[in-house]
């Protein structure tokens, strides 16, 4: 209809799910449609959630007293957004198998409730940054069974190339879900009086350079020569250019969607403490290396290789990260190669 806009035509995350089942797969049955829209009700959930933490009667802050899989104290926000995820997908009847950063095994759902998607998802990441309200998230990857299994754990353990789908969501300022499912990134703000993600970033495309760069900087001590190096041309270029701005928040979702919006690089690397980096592969490392490079960016390892290429060596797996603008990868991989690798 000629008079499309905003007022006359939300365009809801739901419609664009099905506008790409129609896309991708015209003869599909619909199930990833179902799965994608049951994980924007459990974001919807944990937002309501993360913006009530704290307030009279809303118990949600605050330790739960209890720590996951990598020793990390759980907060009772943790928890709540696991069980809810949990929920949600299992109810579904999509998937067969669930990883989540709050437990040690993989969640491998009975048959009568057994679909042929696997979800692994960080259910609340950057939980450390809850009771000081900076943004934290949920991120997410989908991947489909092998044909004719009925879910393992070789279904999970596998590249992240093997997605079918990816995103995250932002408990910020705004609520915004990030989407990809193989052709492009789309982008949706939370409407709290409609209680929809409505479409407001449509075939995001990233800049080929930023002017940002995004690492913790007190982590210096013990980075490789590379890192280093990288940082301090960001901090003094060469030929006397304009330096980069750190910005940093500590929340992997946060610095990730300023990274695919701005532009500019996002990393953390493998160091002296942590020799693989601190980032897991399966939950953080994978969906988000998906998203940018759907908008067009790179995102490698410390061998300079695509991260989703790496083989995960457990479901907790964690790899060194770099992502963002092609051309601000492309500057790593020469400081790299320059170390000689
Ligand atoms: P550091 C949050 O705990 C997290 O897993 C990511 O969200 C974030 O990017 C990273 O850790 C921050 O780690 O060592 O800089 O505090």
Redesign the pocket.
């Known amino acids: 209809p000629p008079n499309r806009t905003p007022q006359t035509d939300p365009f809801t995350l739901s419609a664009w799910v099905l506008s790409q089942q129609h896309l991708t797969a015209p003869n599909a049955k619909g199930r990833l449609t179902v799965l994608l829209n049951a994980i924007t009700v459990g974001c919807k959930f944990v937002a309501s959630a993360v913006r009530k933490a704290g307030l009279a009667g809303n118990d949600v802050l605050g330790m739960a007293g209890s720590s996951n899989v990598q020793g990390?104290d759980q907060k009772k926000l943790d928890l709540v957004a696991n069980e809810v995820f949990k929920n949600v997908l299992a109810r579904t009847g999509q998937c067969a198998v669930l990883v989540t950063e709050e437990e040690e095994e993989p969640i491998f759902i009975r048959p009568e409730q057994r679909g042929e998607y696997c979800v692994v998802f960080?259910p609340l990441?950057?939980?450390?940054?809850i009771d000081c309200g900076v943004s934290?998230?949920t991120i997410f990857g989908i991947y489909k069974v092998a044909p004719g299994s009925e879910g393992s754990l070789a279904d999970v353990l596998r590249p992240g190339r093997d997605m079918v789908a990816a995103g995250y969501c932002m408990y910020g300022s705004m609520t915004y879900l990030m989407l990809s499912t193989g052709r492009g990134v789309s982008g949706f703000t939370l409407d709290p009086s409609l209680g929809e993600f409505v479409a407001t970033h449509r075939d995001l495309v990233m800049p080929p350079r930023g002017s940002i760069y995004s690492i913790?900087e007190?982590?210096a001590a013990m980075w490789d020569a590379a890192t280093s190096a990288y940082v301090a041309e960001k901090k003094r270029p060469p030929g006397g250019g304009k330096p980069y701005s750190l910005r940093?928040?500590?929340?992997?979702?946060?610095?990730v969607h300023r990274t695919l919006l701005y532009g500019g690089v996002?990393l953390?690397p493998a160091d002296a403490k942590?020799t693989k980096g601190?980032?897991?592969l399966l939950y953080?490392g994978y969906p988000m290396a998906y998203l940018i490079e759907q908008a067009g960016g790179r995102a490698i390892d410390e061998r300079c290789e695509r991260l989703l290429l790496r083989e995960p060596e457990d479901i907790h797996d964690r790899a060194p990260v770099y992502l963002g603008s092609c051309e601000d990868v492309d500057d790593i991989e020469r400081h790299y190669k320059e170390q000689g690798l």
Do not use: Q, T
Not at 125 to 129: E, I, K, P, V
Not at 248 to 255: F, I, K
């Open positions: 990390e960080d990441d950057g939980s450390s940054n934290i998230g913790n007190g982590n940093y928040v500590g929340s992997m979702v946060a610095d996002f953390y942590n601190k980032l897991r953080e």
